[in-house]
């Protein structure tokens, strides 16, 4: 059985980069694609991205131009980056695996709380 | 890319059926067979429950059951119970460059 795991900094400040990484152990990071899924408190889920293991991305359209996602096969880890961020980005962020076919997510980490505060 | 329509909550007694529906377009829930649904409890990562319309996954519960009508997608839970109280997100793909739409989730009470 897959296991994703969420790892960083709980406290990020206004304007500064989000980072988080998810290691995903129990199975290799081939052949699926992984993905960044978050949700403000009290708020509803939002896709932020996912990644191929090949590196092929596909973003939220919302997000593109502050998003960043990789993928390190030897670790069989991903990465987020999310630039420039403001108190709207603070949220429980998820990393999940994407199944191929037909984009639902059989399986995901606990997820993380990030807070945008200075 | 608008979020997919869900009602805000539903509610029901132990033992009845509830339905939860998830409203698209002929761009997202119309257009493939490729919607599917979360459980998620108060502070606990979603579970997926249903995917490709009507499937269930390993070890899920043969009361959740699932549907599609046109562009507008539906979630029963059957013999309802007390543990069946939390949020459901329907998820679809899209044409649209997002790829992945959500539902803004329905909050179920078991009365």
């Known amino acids: 059985q897959v296991q994703l795991q969420e790892s960083g900094p709980g406290l990020v400040k206004p304007s500064e980069t989000l980072s988080l990484t998810c290691t995903v152990s129990g199975g290799s990071i081939s052949s699926y694609y992984w993905s960044w899924i978050r949700q403000p408190p009290g708020k509803g889920l939002e896709l932020i991205g996912y990644?191929?293991?090949?590196?092929?991305?596909t973003y939220n359209p919302s997000l593109r131009s502050r998003v960043t996602i990789l993928v390190d096969t030897s670790k069989n880890q991903f990465s987020l980056n999310l630039n420039s961020v403001t108190t709207a980005d603070t949220a429980v962020y998820y990393c999940?695996?994407?199944?191929?076919?037909?984009?639902?997510?059989?399986?995901w980490g606990q997820g993380t709380l990030v807070t945008v505060s200075s | 890319q608008s979020a997919l329509t869900q009602p805000a909550s539903v509610s029901g007694s132990p033992g009845q059926s509830i339905t939860i529906s998830c409203t698209g377009t002929?761009?997202?829930?119309?257009?493939?067979?490729?919607v599917s649904w979360y459980q998620q409890h108060p502070d606990k990562a979603p579970k997926l429950i249903i995917y490709?319309?009507?499937n269930r996954p390993s070890g899920v519960s043969n009361r959740f059951s699932g549907s599609k009508s046109g562009n507008t997608a539906s979630l029963t839970i059957s013999g309802l119970q007390v543990e069946d109280e939390a949020d459901y997100y329907c998820?679809?793909?899209?044409?649209?460059?997002?790829?992945?739409?959500f539902g803004g989730g329905t909050k179920v009470t078991v009365l």
């Open positions: 002929s761009s997202d829930v119309g257009y493939y067979n490729y």
């Open positions: 990644i191929y293991y090949s590196g092929t991305t």
């Open positions: 490709d319309v009507s």
């Open positions: 999940a695996r994407v199944v191929r076919s037909s984009l639902y997510f059989d399986s």
């Open positions: 998820s679809s793909y899209t044409t649209s460059s997002a790829r992945v739409l």
